[in-house]
């Protein structure tokens, strides 16, 4: 499944399928955006980052894409896994660190 | 990844109490300290940000006096919620920065609820 836009807070994806989520951000100036993981009643987790001077990134299961001409920021989530539920978050830092909305992904099983 | 610890996890006060959440950096120096508040449903909204033995630089909007905010070592700063009423309760998470990714870690966030 495909997040296509902020408008679209929810993002439903069955176990093994690819999600992708989206993040519009607002500073053309920002260096620096990271992506964070909020399970129910914590602290949001770090999964990935990447500088203003790259436009992709890739850790274990997940990719960050950034594409500096839109302002558009993206994380994949490669054969998700229902552990993966939660609300995810994009930052961006331009001095300090602005949050973006937020997408709650929801994988069944 | 760095380590921040939050505590309390969760705490209940009465109206008109004050309440202390302490944000430590377990494995590193964090010469800057950030407290947020995030209401259910919503995004994390930055209050203020800590240096250590300096005064707090606090976002528009956030009551510097009902939020006190002391960073008096490298691995430590405190939120005080001042006379806590209702509408104060929310979820407060805290993260520490000393260099480019050691912003990135947060806090397991301390939910206050007042009653």
């Avoid at chain 1, 558009?72 to 909305?101: M, N, W």
């Avoid at chain 2, 994390?44 to 002391?70: C, H, P, R, W």
Wanted: proline fraction near 3%; aromatic fraction near 10%.
């Amino acid at each position: 499944g495909e997040n296509v836009g902020l408008h679209l807070p929810t993002l439903s994806v069955q176990e093994g399928d690819n999600s992708i989520i989206n993040c519009a951000y607002s500073n053309s100036a920002s260096d620096y955006f990271i992506w964070y993981k909020q399970e129910s009643g914590k602290g949001p987790q770090f999964i990935i980052d990447i500088r203003s001077n790259m436009d992709k990134r890739q850790g274990q299961r997940v990719t960050v894409l950034l594409n500096k001409t839109v302002k558009h920021l993206s994380l994949q989530i490669a054969a998700t896994q229902p552990g993966d539920s939660a609300v995810y978050f994009c930052a961006e830092r331009y001095g300090k660190l602005t949050f973006g909305q937020g997408t709650i992904l929801t994988v069944h099983p | 990844g760095a380590v921040v610890s939050q505590h309390p996890s969760r705490v209940i006060c009465k109206s008109g109490t004050s309440v202390k959440i302490e944000c430590r950096s377990l494995d590193f120096q964090a010469t800057t300290m950030f407290w947020y508040r995030q209401f259910p449903k919503q995004s994390l909204m930055l209050m203020a940000t800590s240096n250590e033995g300096s005064k707090a630089t606090y976002e528009q909007g956030v009551e510097k006096d009902k939020f006190l905010i002391n960073h008096a070592s490298l691995t430590l700063s405190t939120l005080t919620v001042t006379s806590a009423h209702p509408e104060d309760s929310s979820f407060y998470i805290c993260s520490a920065g000393g260099g480019v990714r050691t912003e990135a870690f947060f806090g397991q966030g301390t939910r206050l609820t007042v009653v």
